[in-house]
């Protein structure tokens, strides 16, 4: 009797955040659901592919967590924090969320995304490292890496309608140009606000039932600032479409390190050694890396489902070795 007592008070102080766990993962169902059907229609607007609407305006908004969390650790003085979500989010970008679309739907990857934009994101991954080794990333370096982004945005935009093939986008467009930007952004905000909600109750949860706080900060809010690219990523791979998914998940590593770190930088020099992530970096390296030659033996230039699963396999080892 005493125990359904402890159960029926521990579930009423509860109450509230179990309701924003579920009211989290229904609004980063339907803002997934908004964004992946409006970007395709707002590319057939645009005239410009999915891809590059994956790798610009989905990559970008789903990326909003990340950027308010890496600019709070900053602005705190806990560099080392605000780097490493950096780094952890493009870790599980890859191994956790594109390797979880391609075990729904197998990813098919163009010419062009691996002529041009896979290797833009090793280049910007592989420039963290020289401007990394003197412990600090200065507000020149942020503003080299800020330029960069307005660059690649730039030729993204101006190239993509030359090389585009009339074949790549839906023939006919479902709605307004305006109608698209509107539920575009109404998304975004969803699932900005569903991952806010689902960590505000999963913290409490976790603090309530005596879950140590490092813990909290290694698991919950790491995967929470992912779970707008992993709800939008989900929903692409269930209607199909591998160019959203790559588009999201490439501009949003891309979008990371230029757009988050350089912006950071640029507002708060991130001043610290490093030393206890310049493994990570490496590790993020390889995960990216592994991605070519995981599309070029796959079946069809496809990312299938024994590849994903071996990502997935890496990122729970990764995982593993962090906490030991």
């Not at 005239?47 to 969390?69: D, H, N």
Request: no cysteine; net charge neutral; charged share 10%.
């Amino acid at each position: 009797m005493y125990l359904v007592e402890a159960l029926y008070h521990l579930l009423a102080l509860l109450a509230v955040s179990i309701f924003f766990l579920i009211l989290g993962i229904g609004l980063l169902y339907l803002g997934g659901e908004l964004l992946v059907r409006n970007a395709s229609s707002l590319a057939t607007r645009l005239g410009i592919s999915p891809l590059v609407i994956g790798l610009t305006v989905v990559a970008f908004g789903t990326s909003a967590p990340e950027l308010a969390a890496t600019l709070a650790s900053a602005l705190n003085g806990a560099s080392d924090l605000a780097i490493g979500n950096v780094i952890g989010s493009n870790i599980a970008n890859i191994a956790l969320i594109l390797a979880t679309a391609a075990l729904i739907y197998p990813l098919s990857a163009g010419k062009l995304f691996l002529k041009r934009d896979f290797p833009v994101m090793m280049a910007v991954s592989l420039l963290l490292i020289p401007f990394m080794l003197d412990g600090i990333v200065t507000r020149l370096e942020g503003g080299i890496l800020v330029a960069l982004l307005i660059v690649y945005l730039v030729y993204l935009l101006k190239y993509d309608r030359d090389q585009l093939a009339p074949d790549d986008l839906p023939l006919e467009p479902k709605q307004p140009l305006w109608q698209s930007l509107i539920l575009v952004a109404v998304g975004i905000g969803l699932l900005v606000l569903g991952a806010r909600l689902l960590v505000i109750g999963a913290i409490d949860i976790a603090t309530r039932l005596g879950v140590p706080e490092a813990v909290i900060g290694l698991t919950v809010v790491a995967f929470g600032t992912s779970l707008p690219e992993l709800a939008s990523s989900i929903v692409a791979a269930s209607k199909k479409q591998s160019d959203i998914i790559l588009g999201n998940i490439i501009g949003s590593n891309i979008f990371n390190i230029l757009a988050i770190t350089g912006i950071t930088s640029l507002i708060h020099p991130l001043a610290e050694p490093f030393a206890e992530i310049r493994l990570d970096i490496f590790i993020m390296l390889g995960f990216s890396l592994a991605l070519l030659p995981l599309f070029i033996m796959g079946t069809k230039g496809r990312l299938g489902r024994i590849p994903g699963g071996l990502l997935l396999t890496g990122y729970i080892v990764y995982i593993i070795l962090l906490f030991t």
